[in-house]
């Protein structure tokens, strides 16, 4: 199972908004609703940030938002902060093995 | 609170055996799926298998089927990962992860996790 394929590193300026993206195929991302989104920081464990496309965990701010549109799933970041600099990966349920993430996105704050 | 510990790393030489542990604490364990990630060095996440530690079920990526084991102590609220022959591609970090339950069914997502476990082999 291939990974999921992300922008190896994005990055924006304090208060602005960015958007990282997520490929995947009919056989993940594009066939099902269970597409989540990590956040790690360095030497830290990964945290869960949105989980079924578009839901945000009790604790997490509502500058993170998620979506989808056929077999590219999103991450939306808005209102940047420098604490937001950090590692992101995506990960979706696939027909062949129940977990497959993304390849990470490095997220910089200028 | 829920709690996934992790047992500390380990520095081991090519084709010596390793078990390596994350004990969970403030959930019901036997009720909740573990899983496991690899992380190698500058790499992202892969995901490496999974278990009920209610009743043992196990599932493993293709990627590592055959290569580890994975087993849970339900009396300890602890499961395992282990290598019986490590190669120096092993180093890595390695967490333990709990997946999500929600309305009593089990999620496509991991929310809690452990710290992780720096493996290192080298001769």
């Known amino acids: 199972q291939s990974a999921l394929t992300q922008p190896a590193s994005v990055s924006g300026s304090p208060g602005q908004s960015i958007t990282i993206s997520c490929t995947g195929t009919?056989?993940?991302?594009?066939?099902?609703?269970?597409v989540s989104w990590y956040q790690q920081h360095p030497g830290k464990a990964p945290k869960l940030m949105i989980y079924d496309v578009s839901n945000r965990p009790s604790g997490v701010s509502n500058r993170f938002s998620g979506s989808k549109s056929g077999n590219t799933a999103s991450l939306t970041i808005s209102g940047l902060q420098a604490e937001d600099e950090a590692d992101y990966y995506c990960s979706s349920y696939t027909s062949s093995s129940p977990w497959v993430f993304g390849g990470g996105t490095k997220l910089t704050v200028l | 609170e829920v709690q996934l510990v992790q047992s500390g790393a380990e520095v081991k030489k090519p084709g010596e055996s390793l078990k390596i542990s994350c004990k969970g604490s403030g959930y019901s364990f036997t009720s909740y799926w573990i899983g496991w990630v690899r992380q190698m060095p500058g790499k992202g996440l892969e995901w490496m298998g999974i278990?009920?530690?209610?009743?043992?079920?196990?599932r493993y990526s293709p990627s590592f089927q055959g290569q580890v084991t994975i087993s849970a102590d339900k009396s300890i609220s602890t499961a395992y990962l282990q290598w019986s022959s490590l190669k120096a591609s092993d180093t890595a970090m390695y967490y333990c992860a709990r997946r999500g339950v929600r309305d009593g069914y089990n999620q496509y997502y991991f929310d809690y996790w452990g710290q992780g476990t720096l493996v290192t082999v080298s001769s």
């Open positions: 278990i009920y530690p209610g009743d043992s079920d196990t």
């Open positions: 009919s056989s993940d991302v594009g066939g099902y609703n269970y």
